[in-house]
């Protein structure tokens, strides 16, 4: 049990990184990673609603959704959960933690349409996740996107001070990077994370 | 179908009455004194004084964490007022800014490489081969600083190139950061000269690429009788404390790349 958990983890974080090898929470990749201090902020954020997303959807699909045979009311209820959820945060946030809510400011509604999230909350729902192996993955891919949206940010800093060529400045050249970057990941493919840890 | 419509309605109607009771569980005691400031603030949420809005501006009042002068548009009668709330006082004397468009590069007189047909944005336009004008200096002239302007003071003009209503600027600098080519700037109001044109080039360079650009001939800081001008970057760069605004470089400028504001003497025919 503990073995696939640390599988399921391991492959949700590095193996199948959302962002860089599933293409999924692209924009606030693009949008957000101007400064290391931002993609922390963002990337905080989202594993959090991530963890608490995945496990509120994997009980509404299976106690709610399955027992009605409305399973194909499954994106609609999934988005009401993640919109419900990222208000509920917010509140929670602005009484017990002020700094923390401001630290994150504009970042938090933003979560409310990163992919991202309804990706690993389907993603769940698709790959049969029981309850404890729904957590493991949903902060895995968590994990996988901070590494990632942190990993841009870090090399766009230093890219404002590189010499980068007129018409390559910008865009053009983050996303390049971007796909230099999902081709390092892309070196985890096939890997076996049971055979890594010795399970 | 119905069974499905019905269970969405409950869940959200559920989820909704969640938030409700929880928004009046958490919710957060505000001093009075920031609905009252955010009251009196014009609500443009311009984002001039450095804040995302005027909600976070007045947030920032009570907490001292602010200057009321920081809100550039309100007049001084409702910063005296919200002065008042707040229970200090204020010297609001001090000099109007207006934003000034610092470049004459119409379609006319500027050289253009390639026909751009993208977005209408200038921030998108300058990534494309680094820009369709020429002159990497120049106004792109896709509006963007139009488009963010929350009062309306910006308007494309008939040849490309933005023209400010200096009525209407309250100098709030949205336009100062949407243009990708920093040609814009917010200036005093009642400056002696305004310099028009950001070109850092030559007279040979420049006179290619626009016929409207700065030569950087230097004919302003020779001529100049309180030598109040030194050519920098083949731009001439003003000390203002030295100007006593007698419009001699305005009068010799080759390329009329210089205009008087209106106190001193605008004839208004470099305008624009």
């Given amino acids: 049990m503990a073995s696939e958990l640390i599988v399921i983890f391991v492959g949700a974080a590095l193996i199948n990184n959302v962002v860089l090898m599933q293409f999924l929470g692209i924009c606030p990749l693009l949008g957000v990673s101007r400064t290391l201090s931002m993609a922390k902020g963002m990337g905080a954020a989202v594993i959090f609603v991530m963890a608490i997303s995945s496990m509120v959807t994997w009980g509404l699909q299976h106690y709610v959704l399955e027992p009605m045979s409305?399973?194909?009311?499954?994106?609609?209820?999934?988005?009401?959960?993640?919109?419900?959820?990222?208000?509920?945060?917010?509140?929670?946030?602005?009484?017990?933690?002020?700094?923390?809510?401001?630290?994150?400011?504009?970042?938090?509604?933003?979560?409310?349409?990163?992919c991202a999230i309804m990706g690993v909350a389907l993603l769940n729902i698709r790959d049969n996740y029981g309850f404890i192996e729904t957590v493991s993955h949903?902060?895995?891919?968590?994990?996988?996107?901070?590494l990632a949206i942190i990993l841009f940010a870090g090399i766009r800093e230093r890219l404002e001070r590189a010499d980068v060529p007129a018409p390559m400045r910008g865009t053009p050249i983050a996303l390049v990077v971007a796909a230099l970057l999902s081709m390092a990941f892309m070196g985890f493919a096939g890997f076996g994370v049971a055979d890594m840890f010795g399970l | 179908m119905v069974q499905a419509a019905l269970t969405l309605m409950v869940l959200g109607l559920l989820f909704g009455l969640g938030l409700a009771y929880a928004s009046?569980?958490?919710?957060?005691?505000?001093?009075?004194?920031?609905e009252a400031i955010e009251e009196r603030l014009p609500g443009a949420n311009c984002g001039a004084c450095g804040f995302a809005g005027c909600t976070s501006f007045s947030e920032a009042l009570v907490e001292g964490d602010a200057q009321v002068k920081a809100c550039t548009v309100s007049g001084s009668?409702?910063?005296?007022?919200?002065?008042?709330?707040?229970?200090?006082?204020?010297?609001?004397?001090?000099?109007?800014?207006?934003?000034?468009?610092?470049?004459?590069?119409?379609?006319?007189?500027?050289?253009?490489?390639?026909?751009?047909?993208?977005?209408?944005d200038c921030a998108a336009a300058a990534q494309v081969g680094g820009g369709h004008k020429a002159c990497e200096y120049g106004c792109l002239g896709q509006g963007s600083c139009v488009e963010v302007c929350p009062f309306d003071a910006i308007e494309m003009g008939p040849d490309g190139v933005?023209?400010?209503?200096?009525?209407?600027?309250?100098?709030?600098?949205?336009?100062?950061?949407?243009?990708?080519?920093?040609?814009?700037?917010?200036?005093?109001?009642n400056r002696q000269v305004f310099l028009l044109c950001m070109a850092e080039l030559g007279p040979r360079e420049?006179?290619?690429?626009?016929?409207?650009?700065?030569?950087?001939?230097?004919?302003?800081?020779?001529?100049?009788p309180q030598d109040a001008i030194v050519m920098e970057n083949d731009l001439p760069v003003f000390d203002f404390e030295k100007c006593d605004g007698c419009g001699t470089c305005v009068e010799v400028c080759p390329a009329d790349s210089l205009r008087r504001s209106a106190v001193w003497g605008n004839d208004d025919e470099a305008a624009g």
């Fill in chain 1, 70 to 114: 409305i399973e194909y009311m499954q994106t609609v209820a999934f988005i009401l959960v993640i919109a419900t959820l990222v208000q509920f945060v917010e509140m929670v946030m602005l009484r017990y933690s002020p700094a923390l809510y401001r630290a994150l400011g504009v970042y938090l509604p933003l979560i409310t349409t990163n």
């Fill in chain 1, 138 to 146: 949903a902060v895995g891919s968590g994990l996988g996107f901070i």
């Fill in chain 2, 24 to 34: 009046r569980v958490l919710a957060v005691k505000q001093d009075e004194r920031i």
């Fill in chain 2, 77 to 120: 009668d409702v910063l005296a007022s919200i002065a008042e709330i707040l229970g200090e006082d204020i010297d609001l004397s001090g000099e109007r800014e207006v934003a000034v468009i610092r470049c004459r590069g119409t379609e006319e007189a500027a050289k253009v490489r390639f026909r751009y047909e993208g977005i209408a």
């Fill in chain 2, 162 to 189: 933005p023209v400010v209503d200096e009525a209407r600027c309250t100098g709030c600098g949205n336009c100062v950061e949407a243009c990708p080519r920093d040609i814009i700037a917010v200036l005093p109001e």
């Fill in chain 2, 206 to 224: 420049a006179r290619q690429i626009c016929t409207n650009a700065c030569l950087g001939c230097g004919l302003c800081a020779r001529r100049c």
